[in-house]
């Protein structure tokens, strides 16, 4: 399909969204939201059962949940570090990058993909391009949060 210069810019632009419309492939939603429920799911299971192999060993219920924490996060640095995590997110979708383990994905391929520019404008740079906006909304909700516990309780 070819589009007409000589139209319109509104013309070019509905034709390129049909045409972009028909060649684009159509997701099976029922399949990816089954897939992400049950990766989802396992990831969980995963979480709950270091938290309770921590919780055995001894460990108080916070630095159990913390090392839980710290253990899924070293997992999901290691699967990307070794290409594996993004073909797992191919087809379990959301039900590994909602966790926090796509959030260490997510640190992870950046530092990935800028080590040759240095190990300070490269990879700090673009970790904080990541994790800035998180950090950001991260302390503004706690200060909403005790602003509001504060006026209200």
């Not at 000589?6 to 939201?33: E, H, M």
């Not at 379990?92 to 990058?97: C, E, F």
């Not at 990541?130 to 602003?147: K, N, R, S, T």
């Amino acid at each position: 399909m070819r589009v007409d210069f000589t139209k319109p810019a509104g013309i070019q632009r509905k034709q390129y969204r049909d045409f972009v419309d028909r060649i684009s492939p159509k997701p099976n939603v029922l399949v990816n939201v089954i897939w992400a429920f049950l990766v989802g799911g396992l990831v969980t299971t995963i979480g709950q059962g270091l938290l309770t192999l921590f919780l055995a060993a001894g460990l108080p219920v916070l630095e159990a949940g913390a090392m839980t924490a710290v253990v899924l996060i070293f997992i999901a640095a290691l699967l990307t570090g070794l290409g594996v995590f993004d073909d797992i997110a191919k087809y379990a979708g959301a039900g590994v990058i909602v966790p926090i383990t796509g959030f260490a994905n997510s640190m992870v391929a950046q530092a990935m993909e800028a080590r040759n520019e240095g190990l300070v404008l490269g990879v700090g740079a673009r970790l904080f391009t990541i994790a800035g906006p998180v950090l950001v909304f991260g302390i503004v909700v706690a200060w909403f949060a005790g602003l509001f516990y504060f006026l209200f309780r």
